[in-house]
């Protein structure tokens, strides 16, 4: 989520953020909560898995925390569901998809190359580019008194884990960052896009 | 929640701290705990908040984990509640509310200096007095697996809120220290109070 | 849930882990989650009590995130869980039980300790031993939408407090330290197995 370097990538960064604020804001508009409520909702689904992964690596405050431009980023989300809630619902569903792939991908992505960056371990820095991407969605669920719907639905969470181990493992054996993160981000879209398009879920136990 | 100064802030603060603690305490034994929830509950309710706004500010081990005093006010508040449960169902309501509004104040105050204090910037600093004097409500409510009431009922976490703008604005122009913290808690009650008082609630977007 | 010493209490520590990661896999299963859910509360359930302590004591990044060991048996765990749901069924009861209230003990004790390391106070030292014991169970129900069972049932949370306290007390009063881990240890085990053989439940209030 929180990409230093450039400029650009501080803008997808985001945009990303607002999108992930506006799917929250629309979670909080179905759920009748209040301004207020859209408003949390909104935070806690775009900065929510960041704020976890910056706490459990130990960037405190974490970048949510510290610069007040993600926060904005996803009140704006918010507000946009809030007072457009009927229009954003007629949006296409592909157009949703693509942007909610996109989204995770560099979430997933650029939550495992800031563990890296923290000195984490290969194994644990995969598993804080999932938490990055799933995170958010996560919390917006548990504020429900839902089940978060990762748990349950679809390869999400996996695709981000998928992204997140191809960028590990290629600066593991020392490709070339910016390339590996570009390769990680697509895989993660890939099999998300993938996923929701053949209706692809994971294996469920037999049991109980 | 935690203003290191003065003696008579910090009986103000521990008494605020076991308010709330019977609070959390009563929803415990309205949810039919035993003994350890109550004691949870009034732990969660009375120094949720201030537990998560020092993870995310960065003042680690938060004030509540550092020193005891906060756990046991809190603990003590869950006690009364649970030994003396149906005395205090009896209590006046508009007393309930005062008391109420009043422990609000104190927190959204608190929670937005000790932010400033520790460079958070103005906007993300009235966030943390929100986060103050809302999340332990929030947490409870997590704990009961029910969405919490912040974000669909009434205005509370507004009143919070522009209490805490009131005195990071102030301080933010050079205003006296004490006078903004006067004046932001007084903000914070009144609304809250007329609030109750006249049923004011938040906008509700038209859909779904 | 992390005593740095001796090879053999790692092994131990590693095997109790894995232990709560079976437990929180068969959850997952009940609950009809897929696999990720299932690697998520094996997880939370084997480590979130752990990573919670960590965050609050200020040993960031926790334990659990710094070395990977910990994630791998609860992974293991929750693996074995999906893959011999059926067996693990038809284990008996009473092996379960003593499993069970052996890991309680293990964590509750290894966590008051880690507590008093890092200079927290006694009575937040026994605090933070019975979050390291009941806080895996406590994410995992929050997980799955549920109230804790940790604040309804039985003397669970009480038997990781007394342990936690006898080791706490002991300590203070100079006596050697591996005895009153092993006193402590001893002490919940036998609390949460008695509570369970005897039907113990802690005192509910007579309203609402």
Redesign the interface.
């Known amino acids: 989520m929180k990409i230093d370097s450039d400029r650009s990538v501080l803008i997808i960064d985001l945009l990303a953020t607002a999108f992930l604020g506006i799917e929250g804001g629309m979670a909080?508009?179905?759920?009748?909560?209040?301004?207020?409520?859209?408003m949390?909702?909104s935070f806690a689904t775009a900065l929510g898995g960041g704020?976890i992964r910056d706490?459990?690596?130990?960037d405190?405050?974490?970048a949510a925390?510290?610069?007040?431009r993600y926060?904005?980023s996803a009140f704006a989300g918010g507000l946009l569901a809030?007072?457009l809630?009927?229009t954003i619902?007629h949006v296409p569903p592909l157009f949703m998809t693509i942007v909610d792939a996109a989204g995770l991908g560099l979430f997933a992505v650029a939550g495992a190359i800031k563990a890296l960056d923290?000195r984490?371990?290969p194994?644990?820095a995969v598993?804080?580019g999932t938490i990055t991407g799933v995170g958010g969605g996560t919390t917006r669920d548990?504020?429900?008194?839902?089940?978060?719907a990762?748990?349950?639905?679809e390869v999400y969470?996996?695709a981000a884990m998928a992204g997140a181990a191809v960028l590990v493992v290629g600066v593991r054996y020392g490709r070339p960052r910016a390339l590996m993160m570009f390769a990680g981000f697509f895989v993660c879209f890939l099999l998300r896009f993938i996923a929701v398009w053949q209706h692809w879920?994971?294996?469920?136990?037999?049991?109980?």
């Open positions: 909080a508009v179905d759920a009748h909560l209040d301004l207020f409520g859209v949390v909702l704020v706490l459990l690596i130990g405190i405050p974490p925390i510290r610069s007040e926060a904005i809030f007072s809630y009927r619902e923290h984490i371990g194994f644990m598993l804080m548990i504020f429900l008194a839902k089940v978060p990762v748990l349950r639905v969470a996996v879920n994971l294996p469920r136990p037999a049991g109980p």
